[in-house]
């Protein structure tokens, strides 16, 4: 199984319309982020979470050719609204991909944001993605993985996030309830949201999300949802200083965009 992180950026992504700063102007390709989202492949099978406003450009560039699940986190449009994309797979392989979600979320897109998709008075020209909704209630396995959604905070909003196996998917993240901790000990990886260097109300900035690997001790960690207030070579080298407020023990690294890790 590998896992590749499609994006690791936020909703502006980075370089961001109209900035100038250091990360903007990076030379750095890891410095360039599109809307946060992971690929799992399992064989030939391809599990993706959440399906942002870039998946298309994601899709061509890392030649995606087939997507067979997909498991959102909350409906943000930068982690939906590639959702539409999805069409190109579903007319080739002429059956529903299931999308797993709370069932306030998958009410949120049938009746909204994707109400065209269910609605049979509306006019489909052009195709449409053929999707089918699944309300999660607790463990269950695809291709082989089990799969646990934890309840987690964005802010005031409680959302989603993923245990695959030995793997926990955490993006828009800014409180982990208890009973969610207690599944998230001893993972062989973390993947954790840490938008930036100082306090935001509805995500963990880097010192934050640090002290929850600390608390959890994964084997290493990966951070994303990364805004553009960080530069990639200059975070990434002081999590192995030890002179550095952002040293850690525990191996951790900035996720980028194409990066890919054998699991």
């Known amino acids: 199984m590998t896992l590749t ?30 809307n946060a989202s992971i690929l799992l492949t399992v064989g030939e099978k391809r599990i993706l979470v959440d399906c942002g406003r870039d998946f298309h450009t994601q899709a061509l560039k890392r030649g995606i050719d087939s997507i067979d699940y997909l498991l959102i986190t ?3 449009f930068d982690h939906i609204a590639g959702i539409d994309e999805l069409r ?9 991909i299931p999308v797993f979600g709370k069932q306030e979320h998958l009410d949120y897109l049938k009746t909204y944001i994707y109400h065209y998709l269910f ?3 509306i006019q489909r020209g052009g195709g449409i993605a053929n999707i089918e909704l699944v309300a999660l209630n607790g463990v269950f396995q695809l291709e082989g ?8 905070f964005h802010g005031s909003m409680e959302i989603l996030g993923y245990r695959l ?18 599944r998230l000990h001893g993972l062989d990886l973390l993947i954790l949201g840490a938008l930036r260097h100082t306090e935001h109300p509805t995500h963990f900035n880097l010192a934050q999300a640090l002290g929850v690997v ?10 994303t949802h990364i805004c553009h207030d960080v530069l990639h070579e200059e975070v990434d080298r002081q999590f192995a200083d030890p002179g550095s407020p952002y040293y850690s023990p525990i191996e951790v690294h900035l996720a980028y965009d194409g990066l890919t890790l054998e699991l």
């Open 5 to 34: 992180f499609l994006g690791t950026g936020t909703s502006h992504g980075v370089p961001m319309i109209a900035c100038t700063c250091p990360t903007c102007r990076s030379t750095d390709p890891r410095d360039t982020r599109t």
């Open 74 to 76: 909350h409906t943000h």
């Open 88 to 96: 190109v797979f579903t007319s080739r392989r002429r059956e529903a």
């Open 119 to 121: 609605d049979p008075a």
């Open 145 to 152: 993985i089990e799969i646990e959604p934890l309840a987690v």
């Open 165 to 182: 196996g030995n793997v926990a998917y955490l993006s828009d993240v800014s409180a982990i309830p208890e009973e969610s901790r207690r």
């Open 214 to 223: 600390s608390e959890l001790q994964p084997k290493r960690a990966f951070f």
